[in-house]
DNA sequence: AGGCCGTAGTTAATCGATTACACATGGATG
DNA sequence: CATCCATGTGTAATCGATTAACTACGGCCT
């Protein structure tokens, strides 16, 4: 920057303001400086002008797991919805650990993030609590934790949820297999909670990860035991679940149903498609990403609810009803 | 930190040390200070941190496309890779653009990172120029661009091509679909050559742009010329293909025969499933940072190639080879 | 006792921007 | 013609760290 001063013949001062389009500056020193920027191929520094600043225009987004398409359309939403105001977004990958989330909610913190937005790992406040502690903005998205203070922004099943059950049970089912996430997750808590409540004794519940791996697994406990109809709460267990039906060369979903909580563009392809409860992942990152911008801008944004749908496909056995 | 120093009795430069593991401080010193830091609650600023010392431990990396799995798969390697050499990565997302691409170039050097992982939209070197021209170390992932002068990572499916084209030749195919990338990225033009190679008149080539839409356009053109196999060469415009074939109510491999370049865990599950170029994207990534990371530290890294492998499953009819 | 040295710690310059304040210039006003 | 104000620019402090150069303090040797 000196140096663009010393070519333009002005003071640093000077140049700052022509890069802030400050009013002050005269048209020609205007252009003298743009001049000595272009010859000298001049950027700035983003790290002097944040340290100077206290602002970087950059938020962190802290999610579960990359891998999951689920997490990566809502981050890809994110950043557009953040791009669109001027702000750069850094990912965080917490794969489903909490102790790497807190690593990575703190490395973005010293990295000066703007503000924060968390898919929290666990139910656990405690992360919550330090980061509103260090008055960073925070939002969380898809899940909630315990005696959550910040705005959260999530989808809301329980219709779909109640729907699918009502379906199932209508269909004459009546051992009901469900693979549900963690216990110590919003997510995998309540979305079983609608269940039981709906289905009551004929819902039989094994709890998973979140990972294809306990897909497979839950799958065959449950099939073991009897169950006629898998609903599952993840589209990474809902892959191992599928993977498990195959293996035992079951037919969806003559020998058993199956339904899976988020939409796939692969899941219309299967035979028989597969009925799904589809999230609308790109809204809630938009909003969650509105949601911060809000924050930071001092204002109280509220809770975001928006509500997922039931899309019959056929692995239900739609067609027979 | 001048309040911890204040609250230890010392001065910031003994904070510091301490900070940094500098060998001068007394045990007892750092005892106070730590005990400070601990009860101020006190974090680094990584901004100032970075300013002064030249190195924000941030590796940049500008990709394609975050919803293609494959990309998303090498993402997370590369993440992986760094974060155990106590890097941090800052993802960018080109969305197949080469202006988005630029931009986030840019914004990434503006912010200092200590190297760049690219993955470019086209072949164009000028942005890699630039990058070079800045001194700030580069290497290319999955793709090149012409007279590229860094470190390049990325998969060879020569072999499985050939493999691939020979066995389609000898299960009678005369006509054969390819659906390529962009003429103008390497691996759209080498994918093709190779095949075109082998296949001569028989091959009849369709680009499309690495998205699924593309392919089920190309998909659609192919079979009603007449394609009796269609050779993809990307997952999303693979499942885009799929969708084509499906929607027209097409036996695979019957009435027709797929294969698909880059893996999914879902291609398995397929009837019949699917036969694939499978690329190792975890190696590709950690072998991207790792170059990466050699010429950060003044090493001069080979460029890294490593082989795609073809995947028989039925796809291509291989049952009744 | 005096000189020397190693060690622990302090002072102050520095990274590259932003910006409050001071200053100079020139035109309008009484 | 002196005064005042508006306007454009420069000076220098500042953000929060790192680190070279310096100082103070003991202990050791002769």
Known sequence: MKDVAQHAGVSTATVSRVLNGHAAPTPETRERVLAAIEELGYRPNALARSLRTTSTQTLGLVISDLLNPFFAEIARAVEDEARSHGYCVVIGNADESAEQEATYVRTLLDRRVD???????TDDPSLVRE???GGVPL???????RGATC???????????TALARRLVGAGHSRIGVIAGPPNTSTGRER??????VLGGVAQIVHGDFRQESGSQAAARLIDDGATALVVMDNLM???ALGEIRARGLQIPHDIALAVFDDQPWFPLLDPPITVIAQPTVEMGRAAARSLLALINGQQ?????LTAKLVLRGSCGEAEL
């Open 192 to 197: 079983t909670d609608v269940l039981t409540a």
């Open 238 to 240: 809902g892959l191992g």
């Open 301 to 305: 944004p509220d809770d975001v609810r």
């Open 139 to 145: 939002v969380l998205l898809d899940r909630t934790v």
């Open 115 to 121: 503000g924060l937005l968390l898919c929290p790992a």
């Open 131 to 133: 980061v509103s502690a």
């Open 151 to 161: 705005p959260v922004v999530r989808a809301d099943g329980s219709e779909a949820l």
